[in-house]
C-alpha cells in the first residue's frame, strides 16, 4: 500500500492508460481524482471501480484547453481534499495530419492541452504540495522519439513534456516535490485503433515483430511503472522520463533474427 492516505489526480482518467493508471494508484491505497472532458460514462464507470477498491473519489470535468478550466479543476480538488500528492499528466488530444496541413488552431489546442495546461496545473498543484513529498509524472508518447506518420503535432507537444519533466525535476526538487515521466511504446489503447481496426491489426503486427518481448504493450504495463515512479522505492529518480516499450525502440527494420528463426 505505498500510496496509503495519499491523493492523486489523473488527468484523462476515464480510459485507456490513464484510467489504468487511476485504478492501480487506488490499489495502492491512493484516493483518487478522475478528470474527463467529454466521456461521462466512462468517468463514472472508473470512479465506481475506485470506489469497489475503498477508496474515496471526485469526477471532475475540464476541458485543459482552456486556462481558467485548468484552474478550477484544481480549484475543486482543493476543496475536496485540501492538498494533494501525486499528479499524473495524462490527457492529450490532436489532429491526426501531416504537419503542413495543421491549421493554426490544430497546434493550438495540441500544444494547449499537452504543455500549456501542465505548466497551468502545476501552478496550481506546487501550493498542495507543499510541505508534502509530492510526486508529478507525465505520460509522454513513443512518437516524442520516433517518427509516425501524422504526429508531427502531438510529437512535438510531446517532446516538449518531456523537456519540461526535466526542467520542473530541478526547480521542484528543494520543495521536495518529485518529476519524472514514462514515455509508452505502442499499446493497446482506443486511440491506438484510431484508424480502424483492420489498421490496427496491421499495425499491432508489425509492432510485435520488432519488439523483442513479443507483444503489443497494455495500459497495465504503463500504470505499473508510473505506481513505481509515485513510491518511495522511486525516491532517488529525478528528472527522469522511462521508456516503458518492451524494446521496441532498441531494435530497427536491420534485426532480421525473427526471419532467421522461420528459417530454422
Not at 32 to 44: G, T
Not at 233 to 253: F, R
Request: proline share 3%; aromatic share 6%; charged share 20%.
Amino acid at each position: 500500500m505505498q500510496c496509503a492516505g495519499k491523493i492523486a489526480l489523473v488527468t484523462g482518467s476515464s480510459r485507456g492508460i490513464g484510467r489504468a493508471i487511476a485504478l492501480r494508484l487506488a490499489r495502492d491505497g491512493a484516493d483518487v481524482v478522475i478528470h474527463y472532458r467529454r466521456q461521462i460514462v466512462a468517468a463514472e464507470e472508473t470512479a465506481a471501480a475506485v470506489q469497489a477498491l475503498g477508496r474515496r473519489v471526485l469526477v471532475v470535468q475540464a476541458d485543459l484547453g482552456a486556462p481558467m478550466a485548468v484552474q478550477h479543476m484544481l480549484g475543486q480538488v482543493r476543496e475536496t481534499f485540501g492538498r494533494l500528492d501525486i499528479f499524473v499528466a495524462n490527457a492529450a488530444a490532436t489532429a491526426f495530419k501531416p504537419l503542413l496541413e495543421q491549421q493554426q488552431h490544430h497546434l493550438d489546442k495540441t500544444f494547449a492541452i499537452t504543455v500549456d495546461a501542465f505548466v497551468t496545473a502545476v501552478r496550481e498543484v506546487v501550493p498542495l504540495m507543499q510541505g508534502r513529498r509530492g510526486t508529478i509524472v507525465t505520460v509522454s508518447g513513443i512518437d516524442a522519439r520516433r517518427y509516425i506518420p501524422l504526429h508531427g503535432a502531438l510529437a512535438a507537444a510531446k517532446g516538449a513534456l518531456e523537456v519540461l519533466t526535466t526542467y520542473l525535476a530541478c526547480e521542484l526538487a528543494p520543495l521536495g516535490i518529485r518529476v519524472n515521466g514514462v514515455n509508452p511504446g505502442f499499446v493497446d489503447t482506443d486511440s491506438a485503433r484510431v484508424f480502424g481496426d483492420q489498421v490496427y491489426r496491421l499495425l499491432a503486427q508489425n509492432i510485435v515483430t520488432y519488439t523483442p518481448m513479443r507483444r503489443v504493450g497494455t495500459p497495465t504495463d504503463i500504470a505499473n511503472v508510473v505506481a513505481f515512479l509515485c513510491s518511495d522505492d522511486a525516491a532517488w529518480i529525478c528528472g527522469q522520463t522511462l521508456t516503458v516499450d518492451g524494446g521496441l525502440s532498441l531494435t530497427s527494420p536491420f534485426d532480421i533474427s525473427h526471419l532467421l528463426k522461420q528459417q530454422e
